[in-house]
């Protein structure tokens, strides 16, 4: 079955600077990458995703790779903010089955203002 | 905007009792879900749900773990006889269809905590 790593568990970084968190997955017939943001009490939320048939997705700050030959994928945040500290989980799903997200382990991102 | 909601938020159980989650998906949707969480750890999938019957499940839903959908809104997860190891959070998600439309409509609820003494 499909396994997705997720490097590194913990990110500190200065406000203003840029983040990466960096994702491969084994299953090379997954097909949708999404990006989930986790907040202390609540259940993943969707920040950016992309499909297996476009490289590099940008939406304002937030964008995300994809290198299918090498099956990995990274989340790059510009200009963070203290607002952006979070755990990061970066998931892989091949559709046409049951649909179900494998999740990485998560990273733990602090933003120091 | 349309939420998934869970309850009870945190639920303390002894070892060997029934629990049973209980989750409302978003009203349209169609394909519905359970993951766990163990503290520090990833989120794995526990189950899929769809057309009133189990798509897949995972090697972690054994014959302790039933789901059910006893009416047009509740979604629930019911441990038969709790271990030590079940501590985790549990998030139930739902998505309207599947494919490239349905993927980016998955939403999950805010969790239920479970903590077996």
């Known amino acids: 079955g499909e396994n997705v790593e997720q490097h590194p568990s913990t990110l500190s970084v200065q406000e203003g600077d840029s983040a990466v968190i960096k994702c491969t997955y084994s299953?090379?017939?997954?097909?949708?990458f999404p990006w989930y943001k986790q907040e202390l009490g609540k259940g993943p939320q969707l920040i950016i995703d992309?499909?297996?048939?476009?490289g590099e997705k940008k939406d304002q700050r937030i964008a995300v790779t994809l290198n299918k030959t090498a099956k990995h994928f990274s989340l790059h945040i510009t200009e963070t903010q203290p607002e952006d500290s979070a755990v990061y989980f970066c998931?892989?799903?091949?559709?046409?089955?049951?649909?179900?997200?494998?999740f990485g382990k998560g990273t733990k991102l602090t933003v120091n203002p | 905007e349309p939420e998934v909601t869970q309850t009870p938020s945190h639920q303390v159980t002894q070892m060997g009792q029934e629990v049973i989650l209980r989750c409302v998906p978003i009203?349209?949707?169609?394909?519905f879900y359970w993951y766990r969480q163990i503290l520090g750890q990833k989120v794995e999938f526990l189950v899929s749900?769809?057309?009133?019957?189990?798509?897949?499940k995972s090697e972690i839903f054994d014959d302790q773990f039933s789901v059910e959908r006893p009416d047009g809104s509740n979604f629930t997860l019911k441990i038969r006889s709790t271990k030590l190891e079940d501590s985790a959070m549990y998030f139930c998600?739902?998505?309207?269809?599947?494919?490239?439309?349905?993927?980016?409509?998955?939403?999950f609820g805010s969790g239920t905590r479970l903590t077996v003494v």
């Open positions: 998931a892989a799903l091949r559709q046409g089955g049951s649909e179900k997200l494998v």
């Open positions: 299953d090379s017939a997954s097909n949708y």
């Open positions: 992309i499909r297996s048939n476009v």
């Open positions: 009203s349209n949707h169609l394909y």
């Open positions: 749900f769809y057309n009133n019957e189990i798509s897949e």
């Open positions: 998600a739902s998505i309207l269809t599947g494919g490239p439309a349905g993927s980016r409509g998955y939403t």
